[in-house]
């Protein structure tokens, strides 16, 4: 699994606006983790961690 990691152009304006960028990240998954890291009171990171569900096979189906 490769971590990817995206850097906000302008801090200032990031750390301005974390709240709505939380937003955009929990409204992106369907299922996993937004985690939010906090440093000397400052919101300095945001993670996301995102889970792929499959579904269960029918009872009838059998696995290959």
């Known amino acids: 699994?490769?971590?990817?990691?995206n850097r906000v152009?302008?801090?200032?304006?990031a750390?301005?606006?974390w709240l709505e960028i939380v937003r955009q990240q929990v409204a992106s998954l369907?299922?996993?983790?937004?985690?939010?890291?906090?440093?000397?009171s400052r919101v300095t990171q945001i993670?996301?961690?995102?889970?792929l569900r499959l579904e269960k096979p029918d009872s009838g189906a059998r696995p290959n």
């Open 1 to 5: 699994m490769e971590n990817k990691i």
């Open 9 to 13: 152009s302008d801090p200032n304006a």
């Open 15 to 17: 750390n301005a606006n």
């Open 30 to 40: 369907r299922y996993g983790v937004v985690e939010i890291i906090v440093h000397d």
């Open 47 to 51: 993670e996301k961690t995102e889970r």
